[in-house]
């Protein structure tokens, strides 16, 4: 016979258990043999042209992970360029949240604010909602998945970093490259920064050509997990529609 402390105990336990929060999946590889995404963070930046125009040329699809005030602010006429030209050449666009705040030391409100911002900007630019996010430096918590889920966002990190962002030379960088492609993984999932003029016009290139030459399919994170990159698409605001938005919002260019 059961006792009835017992069964408290298993009820508040069970309690519990349905009110634990649901998670984001955190994807750190490919899915997809010999597939290789290259990924970009904290644009959109002034280097993003050069990048795209490489992929492009290789028949290759990139993925830019933006946020929305860091090294530029995403409003800005020329940024707003920037995100319309990438989408229209088919790579993938998707969150690194609003200004790169690690979001592990946040609240949930803050987290939701960061992720939030820069998905409206998305939506009132290009007219997507994204289903990807990154955690700006790799970092999360519970509490960062738990908003990513409400969001409907997957978390994305990567098994592979070019060290660009971390001091490496783009000479060292390459290197990364010439090991990584020797080991031969069956996917590849590569953390690269558009802004770096060095990564953009140096290993940017020699990373297409090796990755290529060793039998990779250069595709964008979604394509190389088989699953579609945006939550919805609608039609995007009109250029008169943003103006208002920056006006409202208070934000300064620089």
């Known amino acids: 016979m059961i006792s009835s402390g017992l069964m408290v105990c298993a009820s508040a336990t069970a309690a519990n258990v349905t009110k634990r929060a649901s998670l984001a999946q955190v994807i750190t590889s490919c899915v997809k043999p010999q597939t290789a995404a290259l990924t970009f963070d904290d644009g959109p930046y002034w280097y993003i042209y050069d990048i795209s125009k490489q992929l492009s040329a290789a028949g290759a699809k990139g993925t830019f992970f933006w946020n929305g005030n860091n090294y530029l602010c995403i409003y800005d006429p020329d940024s707003v360029k920037r995100v319309k030209y990438i989408y229209g050449k088919g790579h993938m666009v998707a969150s690194h949240t609003w200004a790169h705040k690690d979001l592990a030391t946040l609240t949930f409100d803050q987290i939701h604010d960061e992720m939030w911002r820069v998905e409206q900007a998305l939506q009132r630019i290009l007219g997507v909602t994204p289903a990807f996010m990154r955690p700006p430096?790799?970092?999360?918590?519970?509490?960062?998945?738990?908003?990513?889920?409400?969001?409907?966002?997957?978390?994305?990190?990567?098994?592979f970093d070019s060290g660009d962002s971390t001091g490496s030379t783009a000479a060292q960088s390459n290197a990364a490259y010439d090991a990584l492609v020797a080991r031969h993984p069956s996917n590849i999932l590569a953390l690269n920064h558009e802004v770096y003029e060095q990564t953009a016009h140096v290993v940017v290139p020699h990373a297409i050509k090796t990755l290529q030459a060793a039998g990779y399919k250069l595709v964008t994170v979604a394509e190389c997990l088989g699953q579609q990159p945006y939550q919805s698409v609608v039609a995007p605001q009109t250029v008169s529609v943003i103006s208002r938005c920056i006006r409202q919002a208070g934000l300064q260019f620089y």
């Open 137 to 159: 430096y790799g970092s999360y918590n519970d509490l960062v998945r738990e908003v990513s889920f409400q969001r409907g966002q997957k978390m994305v990190t990567w098994d």
